[in-house]
């Protein structure tokens, strides 16, 4: 087969990227789009997702149930070191994230799943999940440690959001495979140097974890808030877990999570779990 012909082939799924995001923005052309509508697109998106999932470990489950709070990550924390490059004041902002999606994500899995006995894909109902982020709009039950009674205090506060995330393919920004914007948008030509875009875009090297993201910007930066946290009680209420095909831990998360009055757990259906 010549070079040319299967090139043809394996970039035949290209047409998927001349599609536009579902919604509104499927009649409109690029090049019409604003960075103000990429933004509002991305935090709408993430309202529509039915459930969303976290993939961590043991031990970050059970400090949750028993403490019935999620930790969120300094930016200068996450994995992928170029996205906070550019960031302004990212040592004051703090990510919680999870993935979208009806499929496991195979990605995710073995990123966490390095020591099989210890990986969890969780499940929240994002109805849940939202609720406690517009708690926190009214600059309630951010903690600063995992157990802690004292509050950090409402004025610290600058910003909550919830969102979708963007990925920077060449000129293009997509998502879920399609494409929400192109450098001829207006005030678009590099992504990474929009400020309003910061936190909403990764590279596409990422894709794969379909993002969403809770973020918490606080007024200055505290270098002991390594990690902080929030009230998520009511999103722990519908939590489901998931553990690897081959992992002998089920009973004992079944144990765990019927502690606390959960009984949802299941067995991975991924075909490979480290």
Same mark, same amino acid.
């Given at each position: 087969m010549k070079k040319c012909e299967l090139e043809k082939r394996m970039f035949a799924h290209r047409?998927?990227?001349?599609?536009?995001?579902?919604?509104?923005?499927?009649?409109?052309?690029s090049e019409t789009v604003t960075v103000d509508e990429i933004v509002k697109f991305l935090q709408l998106s993430a309202c529509n997702h039915k459930r969303i999932y976290r993939y961590t470990n043991t031990d970050r489950l059970e400090?949750?149930?028993?403490?019935?709070?999620?930790?969120l990550s300094r930016l200068l924390e996450m994995n992928d070191l170029r996205e906070y490059q550019?960031?302004?004041?990212?040592? =004051? #902002? %703090?990510?919680?994230?999870?993935?979208?999606?009806?499929?496991?994500?195979?990605?995710?899995?073995?990123?966490?799943? !390095?020591v099989a006995t210890r990986s969890l894909g969780l499940s929240c109902e994002n109805k849940k999940v939202r609720e406690c982020v517009e708690s926190l709009r009214l600059k309630k039950g951010i903690f600063k440690d995992a157990c802690g009674k004292e509050p950090i205090p409402e004025d610290s506060i600058e910003a909550v959001s919830f969102h979708d995330i963007a990925y920077?393919?060449?000129t293009a920004l997509m998502w879920n495979r399609k494409i929400v914007g192109?450098?001829?948008?207006?005030?678009?030509s590099d992504p990474r140097k929009v400020e309003k875009l910061q936190t909403y875009i990764k590279d596409y090297g990422w894709a794969s974890e379909n993002e969403v993201?809770?973020?918490?910007?606080?007024?200055?930066?505290?270098?002991?808030?390594? =990690? #902080? %946290?929030i009230d998520f009680e009511s999103a722990i209420k519908s939590l489901e877990v998931v553990v690897g095909p081959?992992?002998? !831990?089920?009973?004992?998360?079944?144990?765990?999570?019927?502690?606390?009055?959960?009984?949802?757990?299941?067995?991975?259906?991924?075909?490979l779990i480290f």
């Amino acid at each position: 087969m010549k070079k040319c012909e299967l090139e043809k082939r394996m970039f035949a799924h290209r047409k998927l990227l001349e599609t536009f995001a579902d919604g509104k923005y499927a009649q409109v052309k690029s090049e019409t789009v604003t960075v103000d509508e990429i933004v509002k697109f991305l935090q709408l998106s993430a309202c529509n997702h039915k459930r969303i999932y976290r993939y961590t470990n043991t031990d970050r489950l059970e400090e949750m149930l028993s403490t019935n709070r999620l930790s969120l990550s300094r930016l200068l924390e996450m994995n992928d070191l170029r996205e906070y490059q550019d960031v302004k004041d990212a040592d =004051r #902002i %703090y990510i919680a994230c999870f993935s979208f999606g009806k499929l496991e994500n195979m990605a995710m899995w073995m990123m966490y799943g !390095k020591v099989a006995t210890r990986s969890l894909g969780l499940s929240c109902e994002n109805k849940k999940v939202r609720e406690c982020v517009e708690s926190l709009r009214l600059k309630k039950g951010i903690f600063k440690d995992a157990c802690g009674k004292e509050p950090i205090p409402e004025d610290s506060i600058e910003a909550v959001s919830f969102h979708d995330i963007a990925y920077v393919y060449g000129t293009a920004l997509m998502w879920n495979r399609k494409i929400v914007g192109m450098s001829r948008c207006r005030d678009l030509s590099d992504p990474r140097k929009v400020e309003k875009l910061q936190t909403y875009i990764k590279d596409y090297g990422w894709a794969s974890e379909n993002e969403v993201r809770v973020i918490i910007k606080l007024k200055k930066c505290n270098p002991e808030h390594k =990690r #902080i %946290y929030i009230d998520f009680e009511s999103a722990i209420k519908s939590l489901e877990v998931v553990v690897g095909p081959r992992d002998d !831990k089920c009973a004992k998360i079944k144990g765990l999570l019927s502690m606390y009055g959960l009984n949802s757990v299941n067995e991975s259906t991924a075909s490979l779990i480290f």
